[in-house]
């Protein structure tokens, strides 16, 4: 995909060693890859649906729906996001990418469900970063009671 190869070239490139791309679709979605995976099985379902005999045949929607919540929060994207807080979580510009680029879906930025729960000064949080939704709102702690 368009994707892979734009992260094959970022990987290969010497000078890019130890960071994380920002660059092409990785500008608009922190997992590309995943986001054009998800897309291509509904396509497939939604190309064969036409010419399924019997209603039981809907039911192959099962696959990309399960594909879908998989990649999304079991095995793909929470291990990678996990990987990136605990590699980059000292860069401020990383704290700026989590924040401004959504997750998934490109242009998308208002899933509660990919809210990040690291802040600083918590182990693995971002440096100057506290909590935040996709669409930026920041979670400030609680006052403590004195």
Not at 6 to 15: A, D, H, I, L, Y
Not at 27 to 40: A, K, M
Not at 43 to 65: D, R
Not at 86 to 101: C, D, F, I, M, T
């Amino acid at each position: 995909t368009v994707s892979d190869y734009q992260k094959t070239v970022f990987r290969n490139n010497p000078s890019n060693k130890g960071r994380f791309i920002t660059t092409g679709l990785w500008s608009i979605s922190r997992h590309p890859n995943y986001f054009g995976e998800i897309v291509l099985w509904f396509g497939i379902f939604i190309a064969a649906a036409p010419y399924f005999q019997t209603n039981w045949a809907f039911f192959s929607v099962l696959c990309p729906t399960l594909t879908a919540l998989q990649i999304s929060f079991f095995s793909g994207i929470p291990l990678l996001e996990k990987g990136g807080l605990q590699r980059w979580s000292k860069e401020p510009e990383y704290a700026k990418y989590l924040s401004s680029v959504c997750v998934l879906v490109p242009f998308f930025m208002c899933c509660e469900c990919y809210k990040i729960p690291l802040t600083a000064g918590e182990e693995g949080g971002p440096a100057g970063y506290n909590s935040t939704d996709q669409l930026g709102n920041v979670e400030e702690p609680a006052p403590a009671n004195v």
